[in-house]
C-alpha cells in the first residue's frame, strides 16, 4: 500500500505517528508524511520521507499574538471579543453528558469552526495536500485528528482515511452528543459550523461532507481501552510505542539512584505551542525537592535561568533526556498529564503525579488516570501549594496501591496490539474503504 500520513506541525503530534509509519515502512508499504514546513526537520530526523505543504504554521507567533492582543484589550477596558480566553472558547473537555448543553457544544464548535481548526488547516495546505493526493495516489490517509486537511484530502483522492488520536477522543466524544442535540431541533434550526466549514472545503474539489469528514472511516486509538472514551464507530486499538526524536542517552540514566529518582517534566507541548510552561515550575521543584529523593527536572539552562533561584543540590536540570530511556529508573513523574509523557510513564509502569494544563483533554486525562489508581492529581493546576503537592509525591511514593494500579494499565497496554500487529487490519479496512 501507499500510505500518506498527515499532523499538525508540532513535534509531539508527529512522534505519536512515527512508530506506525515505521511499522508500515518496515512490512513494505510506501510512506509519506505531510505536514507544514515547522514540522519537516522532526520527520526527517524520524528517517521518514517529508512532504512539506502549505505556509509554516507558527503556532507560538500566532498564540504569543493572541496574549498580546488579549492583554492589551483588557488593560485599556475594551470589552470585545478580543478580551475573551481563546483557550475557554475552544474548551470541549466536559465529557460528563449532562454538562454538555446544546449551547454550548454548539458555541465551542463554531469557535474552532471558524478559528482554530481553519488556522491549523488553512487553504493553502489543504490545496498542496490534495495536489499531493491526487498525484501520489494513496491507498489509505492517516491524520491527526487536528488536521482536518487529512480527510479532505483522502476523499478528494478516493483514499481510504483514518485518524490517529494522540489523547482521548474530544472531538469524536462532542460530535456524538452534538448530533444528538441536533437531531431533537427543529430542522431548521440544526446548524452544524464543523460540517459547514468542511462542507464548503469539500466542495471546492467535487467532495460532499459525511461524518466520516470529521471522525475518519475508522479510528487507530493508542489510549488504554479502560481510559479511553466510548466513542461509536470502527476502533482500532494499538499499543503505545513511545518515540521522543533522536538522542543521546547520558550515562548517568543507567546508574542506579542512591535515593528514589522522581523526573519532573513539563513536556514539550507548551514550550512550542505556547512559548512557556502554564504551571509554576519554581513552585513544583521546590515542593518535590524538600523529599529525601533525587529530582530529574526537564529543563534547559534559560529556563533554570529564568527561575531566578539556586536549584536545590538533589535537583539535576537536564536540557533534553528520552523519557523513554529516564522513565525505567523513576519512581514517581511529576508531569502536566500531556499524551507522551502519560503513555510513557504507563508503559514503563512509573506512578504519575499530575499537575494538568488547561490545554485540550489534560485534566479529563488526569481524572481518569486517578480513578484507575495509577497516580494522582492536585485539586486545582491553578492554585495548589508547595505543601499539597509534596504530599501526592510522598504518598505515591509510599503506598504500593498506585504501582499496582499502574502495573495493571501497563499490563492491559502490553497487550494491546503492536503498531505491526494492527496492519493486516488496516489492510482490510483500506481495500474496504477505498474507492
Known amino acids: 500500500m501507499r500510505v500518506l500520513f498527515t499532523t499538525l506541525a508540532a513535534a509531539t503530534h508527529v512522534h505519536t505517528q512515527v512508530p506506525l509509519a515505521w511499522a508500515l515502512r518496515a512490512a513494505g508499504h510506501e510512506v509519506r508524511m505531510t505536514s507544514q514546513p515547522d514540522a519537516v526537520e522532526h520527520i526527517r530526523r524520524a528517517g521518514l520521507p517529508a512532504v512539506p505543504v502549505g505556509t509554516p504554521l507558527a503556532h507560538e507567533a500566532l498564540v504569543q499574538e493572541l496574549d498580546e492582543r488579549r492583554a492589551d484589550a483588557l488593560e485599556s477596558g475594551a470589552s470585545g471579543p478580543e478580551t475573551l480566553d481563546y483557550l475557554a472558547l ?51 490517509v492517516v491524520w491527526d485528528t487536528m488536521t482536518f486537511a487529512g480527510p479532505v484530502a483522502a476523499m478528494a483522492s478516493g483514499a481510504a482515511h483514518a485518524r490517529l488520536l494522540f489523547g482521548l477522543d474530544l472531538i469524536g466524544w462532542m460530535r456524538r452528543h452534538y448530533r444528538q442535540a441536533l437531531a431533537s431541533r427543529h430542522p431548521l434550526l440544526r446548524d452544524d459550523p464543523l ?26 486509538d493508542p489510549m488504554p481501552t479502560s481510559l479511553a472514551l466510548p466513542v461509536p464507530g470502527p476502533r482500532v486499538p494499538v499499543r503505545y510505542v513511545p518515540y521522543n526524536g533522536p538522542s543521546v542517552v547520558p550515562s548517568w540514566v543507567h546508574e542506579r539512584p542512591a535515593r528514589p529518582r522522581i523526573c519532573v517534566t513539563l513536556g514539550v507541548s507548551q514550550q512550542e505551542v505556547f512559548g512557556a510552561h502554564r504551571a509554576s515550575v519554581g513552585e ?85 488516570l486517578v480513578a484507575a489508581g495509577a497516580g494522582l492529581a492536585v485539586a486545582d493546576p491553578q492554585c495548589f501549594t508547595a505543601a499539597e503537592l509534596r504530599s501526592l509525591v510522598q504518598r505515591v511514593l509510599e503506598e504500593p496501591s498506585f504501582a499496582a494500579g499502574t502495573a495493571r494499565v501497563r499490563g492491559e497496554m502490553l497487550a494491546t496490539p503492536a503498531p505491526a500487529d494492527i496492519l493486516p487490519t488496516l489492510e482490510r479496512l483500506s481495500a474496504e474503504f477505498r474507492r
Request: aromatic share 8%; net charge negative.
Open 90 to 140: 475552544t474548551d470541549i473537555s466536559e465529557t460528563r453528558p449532562e454538562r454538555m448543553s446544546y449551547v454550548d457544544m454548539h458555541a465551542k464548535q463554531l469557535v474552532l469552526a471558524q478559528g482554530a481548526f481553519p488556522a491549523q488547516s488553512d487553504p493553502g495546505m489543504i490545496d498542496d495536500l490534495v495536489r499531493f493526493a491526487r498525484w501520489w495516489r494513496p491507498d489509505l
Open 284 to 368: 513544583i521543584l521546590t515542593a518535590v525537592a524538600e523529599l529525601d529523593v533525587e529530582v530529574v527536572a526537564t529543563l534547559s539552562e534559560t529556563q533554570v535561568a529564568s527561575l531566578g533561584v539556586e536549584l536545590p543540590q538533589n535537583v539535576r536540570a537536564v536540557g533534553f533526556v528520552p523519557l523513554d530511556a529516564l522513565l525505567p529508573s523513576c519512581a514517581v513523574v511529576v508531569s502536566h498529564a500531556g499524551a507522551g509523557t502519560m503513555h510513557t510513564a504507563l508503559h514503563h509502569g512509573v506512578p504519575q503525579v499530575l499537575v494538568p494544563d488547561p490545554l485540550w483533554d489534560a485534566a479529563r486525562k488526569a481524572e481518569r
Open 195 to 220: 460540517a459547514d466549514w468542511l462542507g464548503w472545503t469539500l466542495d471546492a474539489y467535487d467532495c460532499v461532507f459525511s461524518e466520516e469528514a470529521v471522525v475518519g472511516q475508522w479510528t487507530v
